[in-house]
Protein backbone atom coordinates (compact mmCIF):
# COMPACT_ATOMS: atom_id res chain seq x y z
CA UNK A 1 0.00 0.00 0.00
CA UNK A 2 1.72 3.85 -0.85
CA UNK A 3 2.33 5.70 2.02
CA UNK A 4 0.96 9.12 1.15
CA UNK A 5 3.40 11.50 3.01
CA UNK A 6 1.92 14.73 4.93
CA UNK A 7 3.46 17.45 2.46
CA UNK A 8 1.56 15.19 -0.12
CA UNK A 9 -2.15 15.33 1.99
CA UNK A 10 -1.43 19.49 1.99
CA UNK A 11 -0.73 19.85 -1.73
CA UNK A 12 -3.58 18.17 -2.31
CA UNK A 13 -5.75 19.84 0.16
CA UNK A 14 -4.36 23.20 -0.98
CA UNK A 15 -5.06 22.16 -4.79
CA UNK A 16 -9.08 21.00 -3.46
CA UNK A 17 -9.35 25.16 -1.81
CA UNK A 18 -8.14 26.54 -5.05
CA UNK A 19 -10.65 24.47 -7.45
CA UNK A 20 -13.26 25.32 -4.32
CA UNK A 21 -12.68 28.87 -4.97
CA UNK A 22 -12.22 28.78 -8.50
CA UNK A 23 -15.74 27.29 -8.65
CA UNK A 24 -17.04 29.49 -6.32
CA UNK A 25 -16.07 32.26 -7.94
CA UNK A 26 -17.71 31.49 -11.06
CA UNK A 27 -20.85 30.41 -9.38
CA UNK A 28 -21.32 34.36 -8.40
CA UNK A 29 -19.81 35.36 -12.07
CA UNK A 30 -22.81 33.44 -13.08
CA UNK A 31 -25.26 35.73 -10.37
CA UNK A 32 -24.21 38.74 -11.48
CA UNK A 33 -24.98 38.10 -14.96
CA UNK A 34 -28.41 37.35 -14.07
CA UNK A 35 -28.42 40.48 -11.38
CA UNK A 36 -27.04 42.66 -14.20
CA UNK A 37 -29.72 42.15 -17.06
CA UNK A 38 -30.26 46.08 -17.71
CA UNK A 39 -26.38 46.47 -17.52
CA UNK A 40 -26.29 44.22 -20.09
CA UNK A 41 -29.06 45.76 -22.14
CA UNK A 42 -26.98 49.10 -21.97
CA UNK A 43 -23.66 47.83 -23.15
CA UNK A 44 -25.62 45.96 -26.05
CA UNK A 45 -26.69 49.50 -26.97
CA UNK A 46 -23.21 50.78 -27.03
CA UNK A 47 -22.35 48.07 -29.28
CA UNK A 48 -24.95 48.20 -31.59
CA UNK A 49 -23.61 51.95 -31.99
CA UNK A 50 -20.23 51.30 -32.58
CA UNK A 51 -21.50 48.30 -35.04
CA UNK A 52 -23.55 50.65 -37.22
CA UNK A 53 -20.83 53.89 -37.21
CA UNK A 54 -17.98 51.14 -38.38
CA UNK A 55 -20.60 50.02 -41.02
CA UNK A 56 -22.79 52.90 -42.46
CA UNK A 57 -19.79 55.88 -42.16
CA UNK A 58 -17.13 54.24 -44.34
CA UNK A 59 -20.08 53.07 -47.08
CA UNK A 60 -20.83 57.04 -47.25
CA UNK A 61 -17.33 58.19 -47.42
CA UNK A 62 -15.10 57.92 -50.78
CA UNK A 63 -12.79 54.91 -51.36
CA UNK A 64 -9.42 55.52 -49.96
CA UNK A 65 -6.73 56.21 -52.56
CA UNK A 66 -3.13 57.12 -52.09
CA UNK A 67 -1.03 56.78 -49.40
CA UNK A 68 -3.27 56.49 -45.94
CA UNK A 69 -2.75 54.48 -43.41
CA UNK A 70 -5.07 52.86 -40.61
CA UNK A 71 -4.85 56.05 -37.84
CA UNK A 72 -5.36 58.51 -41.02
CA UNK A 73 -8.25 57.06 -42.42
CA UNK A 74 -11.72 56.00 -41.15
CA UNK A 75 -12.37 53.21 -43.77
CA UNK A 76 -9.31 51.59 -43.16
CA UNK A 77 -9.39 51.90 -39.66
CA UNK A 78 -13.35 50.21 -39.68
CA UNK A 79 -11.49 47.28 -42.33
CA UNK A 80 -8.99 46.90 -39.39
CA UNK A 81 -11.66 46.82 -36.60
CA UNK A 82 -14.04 44.83 -38.29
CA UNK A 83 -11.90 42.20 -39.68
CA UNK A 84 -8.26 42.63 -38.52
CA UNK A 85 -9.61 42.45 -35.14
CA UNK A 86 -13.28 41.66 -34.30
CA UNK A 87 -13.89 38.99 -36.03
CA UNK A 88 -10.37 36.64 -35.74
CA UNK A 89 -11.01 37.66 -31.83
CA UNK A 90 -14.80 36.65 -31.27
CA UNK A 91 -14.07 33.26 -32.80
CA UNK A 92 -11.45 33.05 -29.74
CA UNK A 93 -14.21 33.93 -27.73
CA UNK A 94 -15.93 31.18 -28.38
CA UNK A 95 -13.10 28.19 -27.64
CA UNK A 96 -11.95 30.50 -24.43
CA UNK A 97 -15.61 31.51 -22.68
CA UNK A 98 -18.54 29.61 -25.03
CA UNK A 99 -20.76 32.21 -26.54
CA UNK A 100 -20.62 34.97 -24.78
CA UNK A 101 -19.76 37.10 -26.90
CA UNK A 102 -23.58 35.87 -28.49
CA UNK A 103 -25.45 36.76 -25.25
CA UNK A 104 -23.50 39.67 -24.08
CA UNK A 105 -22.69 41.71 -26.89
CA UNK A 106 -23.67 40.79 -30.17
CA UNK A 107 -25.50 43.48 -31.85
CA UNK A 108 -27.55 41.44 -34.43
CA UNK A 109 -29.01 39.42 -31.43
CA UNK A 110 -29.89 42.23 -29.06
CA UNK A 111 -31.27 43.68 -32.43
CA UNK A 112 -33.70 40.96 -33.16
CA UNK A 113 -34.58 40.40 -29.35
CA UNK A 114 -35.82 43.65 -29.17
CA UNK A 115 -37.81 43.61 -32.16
CA UNK A 116 -39.12 40.24 -31.04
CA UNK A 117 -40.60 42.34 -27.76
CA UNK A 118 -42.52 44.68 -30.02
CA UNK A 119 -43.40 42.32 -33.03
CA UNK A 120 -46.15 40.06 -33.77
CA UNK A 121 -45.28 37.34 -32.09
CA UNK A 122 -46.19 34.89 -34.72
CA UNK A 123 -45.23 30.67 -34.42
CA UNK A 124 -42.07 29.81 -35.84
CA UNK A 125 -42.83 28.03 -39.10
CA UNK A 126 -41.58 24.72 -39.48
CA UNK A 127 -39.13 25.77 -42.83
CA UNK A 128 -37.22 28.28 -40.27
CA UNK A 129 -36.34 25.48 -38.35
CA UNK A 130 -34.70 23.53 -40.72
CA UNK A 131 -31.25 22.08 -39.53
CA UNK A 132 -29.66 23.17 -42.55
CA UNK A 133 -29.93 26.45 -42.63
CA UNK A 134 -26.57 27.31 -40.44
CA UNK A 135 -24.17 25.42 -43.08
CA UNK A 136 -26.23 27.02 -46.46
CA UNK A 137 -25.91 30.44 -44.60
CA UNK A 138 -22.18 29.99 -43.80
CA UNK A 139 -21.46 29.02 -47.12
CA UNK A 140 -23.01 31.75 -49.01
CA UNK A 141 -21.99 33.83 -47.30
CA UNK A 142 -18.46 33.03 -47.51
CA UNK A 143 -18.73 32.82 -51.09
CA UNK A 144 -20.63 35.79 -52.20
CA UNK A 145 -18.16 38.05 -49.54
CA UNK A 146 -15.36 36.57 -51.92
CA UNK A 147 -17.04 37.43 -55.15
CA UNK A 148 -18.13 41.47 -53.96
CA UNK A 149 -14.76 40.97 -52.05
CA UNK A 150 -16.33 42.03 -48.50
CA UNK A 151 -12.76 42.33 -46.80
CA UNK A 152 -11.56 45.26 -48.53
CA UNK A 153 -14.47 47.32 -49.52
CA UNK A 154 -17.38 49.01 -47.31
CA UNK A 155 -19.93 48.50 -49.51
CA UNK A 156 -20.13 44.53 -49.81
CA UNK A 157 -19.34 44.99 -45.83
CA UNK A 158 -22.40 46.84 -45.38
CA UNK A 159 -24.55 45.04 -47.87
CA UNK A 160 -23.26 41.41 -46.34
CA UNK A 161 -23.28 42.75 -42.40
CA UNK A 162 -26.28 45.68 -42.85
CA UNK A 163 -28.29 42.95 -44.69
CA UNK A 164 -27.78 40.04 -42.35
CA UNK A 165 -28.61 42.51 -39.31
CA UNK A 166 -31.55 43.92 -41.11
CA UNK A 167 -32.71 40.43 -41.83
CA UNK A 168 -32.21 39.34 -37.86
CA UNK A 169 -34.73 42.22 -37.23
CA UNK A 170 -37.04 41.49 -39.47
CA UNK A 171 -37.01 37.45 -38.07
CA UNK A 172 -37.35 38.82 -34.88
CA UNK A 173 -40.56 41.04 -35.37
CA UNK A 174 -42.44 38.44 -37.22
CA UNK A 175 -41.63 35.10 -34.97
CA UNK A 176 -40.87 34.28 -31.91
CA UNK A 177 -42.15 36.59 -28.18
CA UNK A 178 -38.71 37.70 -26.49
CA UNK A 179 -36.58 35.26 -28.71
CA UNK A 180 -33.55 35.64 -30.59
CA UNK A 181 -35.19 33.13 -33.33
CA UNK A 182 -32.66 34.47 -35.82
CA UNK A 183 -29.52 33.17 -33.64
CA UNK A 184 -30.93 29.82 -33.30
CA UNK A 185 -31.64 29.35 -36.64
CA UNK A 186 -30.65 31.61 -39.59
CA UNK A 187 -27.26 33.30 -38.06
CA UNK A 188 -24.76 32.80 -40.90
CA UNK A 189 -21.99 32.14 -38.26
CA UNK A 190 -24.84 30.49 -35.58
CA UNK A 191 -23.17 26.92 -36.80
CA UNK A 192 -19.47 28.02 -36.44
CA UNK A 193 -20.10 29.34 -33.21
CA UNK A 194 -21.87 26.09 -31.89
CA UNK A 195 -18.84 24.22 -32.75
CA UNK A 196 -16.35 26.21 -31.84
CA UNK A 197 -18.28 27.04 -27.82
CA UNK A 198 -17.82 22.57 -27.12
CA UNK A 199 -14.39 23.16 -26.67
CA UNK A 200 -14.72 25.92 -24.32
CA UNK A 201 -13.20 25.02 -20.70
CA UNK A 202 -16.59 27.16 -19.23
CA UNK A 203 -20.16 26.13 -19.47
CA UNK A 204 -23.91 26.17 -17.78
CA UNK A 205 -23.84 23.43 -15.83
CA UNK A 206 -27.43 21.64 -14.95
CA UNK A 207 -28.28 19.76 -12.38
CA UNK A 208 -31.16 17.81 -13.23
CA UNK A 209 -32.01 16.58 -9.52
CA UNK A 210 -32.19 19.94 -8.33
CA UNK A 211 -34.55 21.22 -10.75
CA UNK A 212 -36.82 17.70 -10.45
CA UNK A 213 -36.55 18.54 -6.65
CA UNK A 214 -36.98 22.30 -6.51
CA UNK A 215 -39.74 23.29 -4.31
CA UNK A 216 -42.62 24.74 -6.54
CA UNK A 217 -43.67 28.16 -5.25
CA UNK A 218 -47.16 29.07 -4.97
CA UNK A 219 -49.38 32.25 -6.28
CA UNK A 220 -47.95 34.22 -9.03
CA UNK A 221 -44.26 34.50 -7.72
CA UNK A 222 -42.92 31.64 -9.27
CA UNK A 223 -40.20 32.72 -11.15
CA UNK A 224 -39.93 32.28 -15.36
CA UNK A 225 -37.02 31.70 -16.93
CA UNK A 226 -36.64 33.35 -20.79
CA UNK A 227 -34.14 31.38 -22.63
CA UNK A 228 -33.76 33.48 -25.53
CA UNK A 229 -31.74 31.55 -27.87
CA UNK A 230 -34.94 28.83 -27.33
CA UNK A 231 -32.24 26.67 -25.25
CA UNK A 232 -33.89 23.82 -23.68
CA UNK A 233 -32.44 24.51 -20.26
CA UNK A 234 -34.10 21.61 -18.10
CA UNK A 235 -31.94 18.80 -20.40
CA UNK A 236 -28.87 21.06 -21.82
CA UNK A 237 -25.99 19.19 -21.55
CA UNK A 238 -23.29 21.21 -23.66
CA UNK A 239 -22.21 24.71 -24.59
CA UNK A 240 -22.82 24.69 -28.34
CA UNK A 241 -26.26 26.67 -28.21
CA UNK A 242 -25.94 28.50 -24.85
CA UNK A 243 -25.55 32.48 -25.11
CA UNK A 244 -23.97 32.15 -21.85
CA UNK A 245 -26.37 35.48 -20.89
CA UNK A 246 -26.40 34.18 -17.36
CA UNK A 247 -30.25 34.86 -17.18
CA UNK A 248 -30.71 30.99 -16.25
CA UNK A 249 -28.17 31.20 -13.62
CA UNK A 250 -29.13 29.57 -10.28
CA UNK A 251 -32.80 29.17 -11.74
CA UNK A 252 -34.09 26.27 -9.35
CA UNK A 253 -30.96 25.77 -8.00
CA UNK A 254 -29.87 24.20 -10.47
CA UNK A 255 -28.61 25.75 -13.28
CA UNK A 256 -24.22 27.57 -11.89
CA UNK A 257 -21.29 28.57 -14.00
CA UNK A 258 -18.59 25.80 -13.82
CA UNK A 259 -15.53 24.53 -15.44
CA UNK A 260 -15.05 21.73 -17.61
CA UNK A 261 -12.70 19.64 -19.61
CA UNK A 262 -12.31 21.51 -22.90
CA UNK A 263 -12.65 17.67 -24.34
CA UNK A 264 -15.64 16.70 -22.53
CA UNK A 265 -18.53 17.77 -24.39
CA UNK A 266 -17.14 16.36 -28.15
CA UNK A 267 -15.67 12.99 -26.44
CA UNK A 268 -18.88 12.60 -24.27
CA UNK A 269 -21.63 14.80 -25.51
CA UNK A 270 -21.72 15.34 -28.92
CA UNK A 271 -21.83 11.59 -30.04
CA UNK A 272 -25.69 11.39 -28.17
CA UNK A 273 -26.72 14.70 -30.42
CA UNK A 274 -25.43 13.71 -33.48
CA UNK A 275 -26.03 16.03 -36.64
CA UNK A 276 -25.25 15.33 -40.37
CA UNK A 277 -25.29 19.10 -41.14
CA UNK A 278 -22.86 19.76 -38.57
CA UNK A 279 -20.37 17.23 -40.49
CA UNK A 280 -21.05 18.87 -43.35
CA UNK A 281 -20.00 22.23 -42.14
CA UNK A 282 -17.11 20.77 -40.53
CA UNK A 283 -15.71 18.94 -43.42
CA UNK A 284 -17.09 20.95 -46.47
CA UNK A 285 -18.15 24.30 -44.81
CA UNK A 286 -14.91 25.20 -42.57
CA UNK A 287 -12.31 23.46 -43.96
CA UNK A 288 -13.36 23.27 -47.47
CA UNK A 289 -15.43 26.44 -48.78
CA UNK A 290 -13.61 28.01 -45.84
CA UNK A 291 -10.65 27.54 -46.61
CA UNK A 292 -10.52 27.58 -50.17
CA UNK A 293 -12.01 31.31 -50.22
CA UNK A 294 -8.68 32.45 -48.66
CA UNK A 295 -6.21 31.46 -51.17
CA UNK A 296 -7.85 31.21 -54.50
CA UNK A 297 -6.64 34.29 -55.38
CA UNK A 298 -3.16 33.02 -55.19
CA UNK A 299 -3.50 29.55 -56.54
CA UNK A 300 -1.95 28.14 -60.15
CA UNK A 301 -4.82 25.90 -60.46
CA UNK A 302 -7.53 28.27 -60.37
CA UNK A 303 -5.16 30.51 -62.84
CA UNK A 304 -4.76 27.54 -65.15
CA UNK A 305 -8.64 27.15 -65.30
CA UNK A 306 -9.05 30.83 -65.79
CA UNK A 307 -6.57 31.02 -68.71
CA UNK A 308 -8.25 27.56 -70.26
CA UNK A 309 -11.94 28.86 -69.93
CA UNK A 310 -10.34 32.24 -71.29
CA UNK A 311 -8.82 30.45 -74.74
CA UNK A 312 -12.32 28.71 -75.50
CA UNK A 313 -14.14 31.97 -74.99
CA UNK A 314 -12.29 34.03 -77.41
CA UNK A 315 -12.26 31.29 -79.67
CA UNK A 316 -16.05 31.53 -79.91
CA UNK A 317 -16.18 34.94 -80.27
CA UNK A 318 -17.18 36.25 -77.12
CA UNK A 319 -16.26 39.39 -75.48
CA UNK A 320 -18.22 40.25 -72.46
CA UNK A 321 -17.20 37.44 -70.29
CA UNK A 322 -13.79 39.37 -69.92
CA UNK A 323 -15.09 42.61 -68.96
CA UNK A 324 -15.90 43.79 -65.78
CA UNK A 325 -19.85 44.20 -66.85
CA UNK A 326 -21.50 43.34 -63.55
CA UNK A 327 -22.12 45.86 -60.34
CA UNK A 328 -19.82 45.88 -57.14
CA UNK A 329 -22.91 44.04 -55.76
CA UNK A 330 -22.60 41.37 -57.84
CA UNK A 331 -18.86 41.39 -58.45
CA UNK A 332 -16.13 43.16 -57.70
CA UNK A 333 -16.10 46.14 -59.66
CA UNK A 334 -13.52 49.26 -58.96
CA UNK A 335 -11.98 50.29 -62.03
CA UNK A 336 -10.46 53.26 -60.51
CA UNK A 337 -8.62 51.46 -57.92
CA UNK A 338 -7.80 49.02 -60.47
CA UNK A 339 -10.32 45.97 -58.90
CA UNK A 340 -12.25 44.95 -61.32
CA UNK A 341 -13.60 41.09 -61.77
CA UNK A 342 -15.48 39.48 -64.78
CA UNK A 343 -17.95 36.85 -65.46
CA UNK A 344 -15.28 34.64 -65.80
CA UNK A 345 -13.94 35.61 -62.81
CA UNK A 346 -16.95 34.90 -61.20
CA UNK A 347 -17.58 31.70 -62.84
CA UNK A 348 -14.18 30.57 -61.89
CA UNK A 349 -14.31 31.49 -58.22
CA UNK A 350 -17.51 29.36 -58.31
CA UNK A 351 -16.05 26.55 -59.82
CA UNK A 352 -12.48 26.27 -57.82
CA UNK A 353 -14.38 27.02 -54.35
CA UNK A 354 -17.09 24.36 -55.14
CA UNK A 355 -14.03 21.90 -56.39
CA UNK A 356 -11.93 22.81 -53.27
CA UNK A 357 -14.49 22.13 -51.32
CA UNK A 358 -15.91 18.73 -52.29
CA UNK A 359 -12.28 17.40 -52.86
CA UNK A 360 -11.18 18.18 -49.68
CA UNK A 361 -14.39 17.39 -47.82
CA UNK A 362 -14.60 13.55 -49.60
CA UNK A 363 -11.20 13.02 -48.39
CA UNK A 364 -11.77 13.96 -44.85
CA UNK A 365 -14.85 11.59 -45.06
CA UNK A 366 -13.10 8.84 -46.41
CA UNK A 367 -10.93 9.11 -43.53
CA UNK A 368 -13.60 8.99 -41.06
CA UNK A 369 -15.44 6.53 -42.92
CA UNK A 370 -12.29 4.64 -42.07
CA UNK A 371 -12.10 5.44 -38.72
CA UNK A 372 -15.82 4.23 -38.13
CA UNK A 373 -15.92 1.15 -40.01
CA UNK A 374 -12.46 -0.12 -37.76
CA UNK A 375 -15.12 0.35 -34.51
CA UNK A 376 -16.89 -2.19 -35.63
CA UNK A 377 -20.50 -2.41 -37.74
CA UNK A 378 -21.12 0.76 -39.93
CA UNK A 379 -22.48 3.92 -37.68
CA UNK A 380 -23.44 7.20 -39.00
CA UNK A 381 -23.54 8.39 -35.41
CA UNK A 382 -20.01 6.98 -34.86
CA UNK A 383 -18.80 9.00 -38.62
CA UNK A 384 -20.69 12.41 -37.40
CA UNK A 385 -19.34 11.72 -33.75
CA UNK A 386 -16.00 11.37 -35.27
CA UNK A 387 -16.31 14.74 -37.32
CA UNK A 388 -16.60 16.99 -34.33
CA UNK A 389 -12.33 15.88 -33.49
CA UNK A 390 -11.81 17.81 -36.39
CA UNK A 391 -13.21 20.77 -35.04
CA UNK A 392 -9.87 22.50 -32.95
CA UNK A 393 -8.11 21.96 -36.70
CA UNK A 394 -11.26 23.90 -38.42
CA UNK A 395 -11.52 26.43 -35.63
CA UNK A 396 -7.93 27.54 -35.84
CA UNK A 397 -7.86 27.41 -39.95
CA UNK A 398 -10.60 30.08 -39.96
CA UNK A 399 -8.83 32.01 -36.92
CA UNK A 400 -6.03 32.21 -39.01
CA UNK A 401 -7.47 32.30 -42.03
CA UNK A 402 -9.03 35.90 -40.76
CA UNK A 403 -6.03 36.71 -38.63
CA UNK A 404 -3.59 36.37 -42.32
CA UNK A 405 -5.61 39.55 -42.93
CA UNK A 406 -4.89 41.24 -39.86
CA UNK A 407 -1.08 40.65 -40.70
CA UNK A 408 -1.83 41.79 -44.62
CA UNK A 409 -2.68 45.26 -42.99
CA UNK A 410 -0.45 45.78 -40.26
CA UNK A 411 2.46 44.78 -42.95
CA UNK A 412 0.83 47.01 -45.20
CA UNK A 413 1.75 49.99 -42.42
CA UNK A 414 5.03 49.09 -42.20
CA UNK A 415 4.63 46.78 -39.16
CA UNK A 416 6.16 43.26 -39.23
CA UNK A 417 5.51 40.50 -37.50
CA UNK A 418 8.91 38.34 -37.51
CA UNK A 419 7.18 35.71 -35.22
CA UNK A 420 4.06 35.15 -37.44
CA UNK A 421 5.01 31.56 -38.98
CA UNK A 422 6.32 30.01 -36.41
CA UNK A 423 3.21 31.17 -34.70
CA UNK A 424 0.99 29.54 -37.07
CA UNK A 425 3.01 26.25 -37.39
CA UNK A 426 3.03 25.93 -33.69
CA UNK A 427 -0.97 26.86 -33.60
CA UNK A 428 -1.54 24.30 -36.71
CA UNK A 429 0.42 21.39 -35.01
CA UNK A 430 -1.21 21.73 -31.64
CA UNK A 431 -4.93 21.75 -33.05
CA UNK A 432 -3.81 18.90 -34.87
CA UNK A 433 -2.93 17.24 -31.91
CA UNK A 434 -6.03 17.82 -29.60
CA UNK A 435 -8.12 16.65 -32.29
CA UNK A 436 -5.80 13.48 -32.92
CA UNK A 437 -6.28 13.11 -29.38
CA UNK A 438 -9.99 13.98 -29.18
CA UNK A 439 -10.37 10.90 -32.07
CA UNK A 440 -8.63 8.85 -29.58
CA UNK A 441 -10.54 9.33 -26.99
CA UNK A 442 -13.91 8.95 -29.24
CA UNK A 443 -12.34 5.90 -30.42
CA UNK A 444 -11.81 4.42 -26.96
CA UNK A 445 -15.96 5.20 -26.27
CA UNK A 446 -16.53 3.02 -29.32
CA UNK A 447 -14.94 -0.17 -29.00
CA UNK A 448 -12.76 -2.31 -26.45
CA UNK A 449 -10.76 -3.61 -28.63
CA UNK A 450 -7.33 -1.90 -28.80
CA UNK A 451 -5.83 -3.10 -31.86
CA UNK A 452 -9.34 -1.69 -33.59
CA UNK A 453 -8.91 1.45 -31.40
CA UNK A 454 -5.36 1.92 -32.86
CA UNK A 455 -6.71 1.22 -36.62
CA UNK A 456 -9.48 4.02 -35.80
CA UNK A 457 -7.02 6.31 -34.31
CA UNK A 458 -4.42 5.73 -37.44
CA UNK A 459 -7.68 6.82 -40.10
CA UNK A 460 -8.60 9.71 -37.90
CA UNK A 461 -4.88 10.98 -37.77
CA UNK A 462 -4.82 10.90 -41.69
CA UNK A 463 -7.96 13.43 -41.46
CA UNK A 464 -6.22 15.72 -39.30
CA UNK A 465 -3.47 15.51 -41.09
CA UNK A 466 -5.28 16.61 -44.53
CA UNK A 467 -6.88 18.99 -42.47
CA UNK A 468 -3.98 20.71 -41.48
CA UNK A 469 -2.48 20.59 -44.80
CA UNK A 470 -5.73 22.24 -45.89
CA UNK A 471 -4.85 25.48 -44.03
CA UNK A 472 -1.13 25.47 -44.52
CA UNK A 473 -1.60 25.99 -47.85
CA UNK A 474 -2.57 29.43 -47.31
CA UNK A 475 0.66 30.15 -45.79
CA UNK A 476 3.23 28.05 -47.61
CA UNK A 477 2.08 27.28 -51.20
CA UNK A 478 1.12 24.03 -52.15
CA UNK A 479 -1.50 24.49 -54.40
Request: glycine residues 10%; proline residues 5%.
Amino acid sequence: MAVVSASDRVAVSAAAARADRIDAALARLGTWLHDHQKLIRRLQWGVVGVYVGLLVVPAILPLPQGAVHIWTNVTLFAQFVFWGIWWPFVLVSMVLVGRLWCGLLCPEGALSERAAEHGRGGAIPGWLQWKGWPFMAFVLTTIYGQMTSVYQYPGPALLVLGGSTVAAIGVGYLWGRNKRVWCRFLCPVTGVFNLLAKMSPLHFRVDREAWAHWPKPRGSHAEVLNCAPLVPVRSMRGAGTCHMCGRCSDFRGAVTLARRSPNHEIVHVAGDMTNPWQSALILFGMLGVAAAAFHWSGSAIYVAIRQALADRIVDGGLIWPLEPVLPWYVLTNYPDLNDTMTPLDGLVLLIYIGGFALAAGAALSLCLALATRACGAWSWARFHHFAQALIPVAACGVFLGLSSLTVTMLKAEGIVLPFVGFLRAGLLIGAGLWALWLGWSIARTKTVSLSRQLAATLAFAVAAALGCTVWATLFWRIV
